[in-house]
């Protein structure tokens, strides 16, 4: 399962006019017993919404006043994440006869056409504070304070990523959710804003959208969602660009092991370490220094076996990467090793959508048997195989990748006709120029034959 968590917003996608339909109610049932978190994220003051929404109780965090208020229904637990509006401000307004006005922990609240009055008040007073409107209420908070910014800390919480979060909405002041969110549908009826930063605007409007929605994250996981972000892998001699789709795409590293085997795959791991993906990293380094990288916990070393309870606990904070050197594991344990991790990985995954990424550096030796096997079963993980005898790798992990890379040179594979197509040669992006050769799966291949990797790889 990768969309673990469900952020909507209230008014205009659960409701309007303050009533919300009951079958959004059982939908919000059904999503819960599929084993994802529901997050409410709403402008309204936290008493109010109570008040208007007892239903609101479904979810395991409410979002209030765009994001500075945070509630648990589970235990009745709030936190205020902002100040307080400032004295100066309320005597302001109050003087400037701004109407109606309403004071939360946080935001301060009034009727949309009273922006120019607002913003006055704010300019004279050289505050940096924000305006956000949605379906005629304008609320004015701290800066740096927004759906996302509340959303975020409920994520904290509940220990989830945000690239396992959806999100639906539909007024403007959604938009910085939006962004934060790795998938976002815009009900029809929303605001222009918020379509244009949607990856998908439903058929439905209000809670006829949030249905469709909700829906497809039931039946299909939104396997058919496109992708939010897309990593730059790089560019080819005609100017055709590589990307790389996290939790879509997987890919082959072939070739010698070396300094290029390893440019390729650290180039990838920069750039989903930095947008925050997790990854877990298998290798087998058994002299010189390991890399250092950022953000990324190290376990074992060329003497000393790394621990899995030690990498899974790490893993458990959304944040934290990790990298386990099997060096000090007698050769023939390895397989073991990396079968019984990639079961925790699965199980890890079905819980909360993560890791996103597996490296296996040196796959070859690492996969064996039932370990090539679960390989399988985390199809919504990018699985990155670096090594230098591709041919001893399983056909099904063939038939699983869309790209091939061969770092130095032109790959020279004996593939069925029809399953891959060449995509040339190209320059990896970043740091030192250097040559790749890339094979890229035909979307409309048909399953491959039943020979062996050993075949389909041949020349290597």
Known sequence: MRYVALAAGYEGTLARNGRCDARCIDSLHSVAASGRKLILVAGRV?????????????????????????????????????????????????????????????????SDSNRSLVADALQKLGLDFQILSNEGVMSVLPPGVDKAYGVQAALKELGLSQHNLVAIGDGENDIALFELAEHAAAVRDADPALKRVADQTTRGECSEGFLELTKDLIATDLAAA?????????????????????????????????????????????????????CCIVEDETGGDRTVRSGVAAFGEAHDAPRLTDAMNALEQPAMSVAMNVAALPA?????????????????HDRVGRPHCILLKQA?????????????????VTMVYATAEPQRLPTHILRGVKLI???????????????????????????????????RADSSRPDPPSSDARSRFSGY
């Open 405 to 439: 890379v061969a770092p130095g040179g032109p790959i020279r594979a004996a593939l069925a006709p029809g399953d891959f197509r060449e995509t040339a040669h190209a320059t990896i992006a970043g740091g030192e120029s250097l040559p790749i050769s890339v094979l």
């Open 226 to 278: 496109p992708p939010r972000k897309r990593i730059f892998l790089g560019r080819c001699d005609d100017g055709r660009e590589i990307w790389i789709a996290p939790g879509r795409d997987s890919l082959i590293v072939c070739g010698p092991a070396g300094a290029s085997q390893s440019a390729v795959c650290e180039r990838l791991l920069q750039e989903l370490l930095a947008l925050e993906y997790q």
């Open 332 to 348: 023939e344990m390895r397989p073991m090793f990396t079968e019984a991790l990639l079961v925790h990985l699965q199980a890890l």
């Open 364 to 380: 070859h030796r690492l996969l064996a048997g039932e370990s090539a096997a679960s390989t399988a079963r985390l199809a919504e």
């Open 46 to 110: 936290l008493r109010e919404l109570l008040e208007t929404f007892p239903e609101a109780r479904l979810f395991d965090y409410i979002v209030a006043e765009n994001g500075a208020v945070m509630y648990r229904p589970a235990t009745r637990e709030s936190a205020i994440l902002a100040q307080a509006p400032p004295e100066i401000l309320l005597h302001e307004l109050q003087r400037r006869a701004v109407a109606p006005l309403s004071v939360g922990s946080s935001s301060i609240n009034t």
